[in-house]
C-alpha cells in the first residue's frame, strides 16, 4: 500500500492546517489508520487513530481537544484537522495503516501496531 500525505506548511501560533492522507490500497476501509510525529533529535510519537468504520478515534494527551481526526472510506482517506496549533506541534507527521484488519489497534497509541507509513508532511509552527 502506498500511503501519501499532504497539507502541511507554515502557520502562525495559534492557526490551523489540516492534512490529508490518501491510500492507494481497496482494502483501505478494513483497517485502523493512525497520525504520528516527529520532531529533530525526538522520537516517532502518537497523535491521533481512527477505527476502521470511524467509529472509535483517539488522541495523545497533548493534542486531544485541538487536533480531529476522520476518514472518508470512499475516498480512501484519513484527515487530521490541527487547531490552536503552538511550537510544540512543529514535526514532520506521518499516516500509517494497521497491521491487522478490524482489530483495535487504534486504542493502543503505538508505532508497532501499523505496519506501512506514509512519507510525511512538514508542520512547522511559528511562534
Known amino acids: 500500500v502506498q500511503l501519501q500525505a499532504s497539507g502541511g506548511g507554515l502557520v502562525q501560533h495559534g492557526g490551523s492546517l489540516r492534512l490529508s492522507c490518501v491510500a492507494s490500497d481497496r482494502t483501505f476501509n478494513m483497517y485502523s489508520m493512525g497520525w504520528f510525529r516527529q520532531a529533530p533529535g525526538k522520537e516517532r510519537e502518537f497523535v491521533a487513530a481512527i477505527s476502521w468504520n470511524g467509529g472509535g478515534t483517539s488522541y495523545s494527551d497533548s493534542v486531544k481537544g485541538r487536533f480531529t481526526i476522520s476518514r472518508d472510506n470512499a475516498k480512501n482517506t484519513v484527515d487530521l484537522q490541527m487547531n490552536n496549533l503552538t511550537a510544540e506541534d512543529t514535526a514532520i507527521y506521518y499516516c500509517?495503516?494497521?497491521?491487522?484488519?478490524?482489530?483495535?489497534?487504534?486504542?493502543?497509541?503505538?508505532?508497532?501496531?501499523?505496519?506501512?507509513w506514509g512519507q510525511g508532511t512538514q508542520v512547522t509552527v511559528s511562534s
Open positions: 500509517a495503516k494497521d497491521r491487522t484488519a478490524f482489530d483495535v489497534g487504534w486504542l493502543l497509541k503505538s508505532t508497532s501496531v501499523f505496519g506501512s
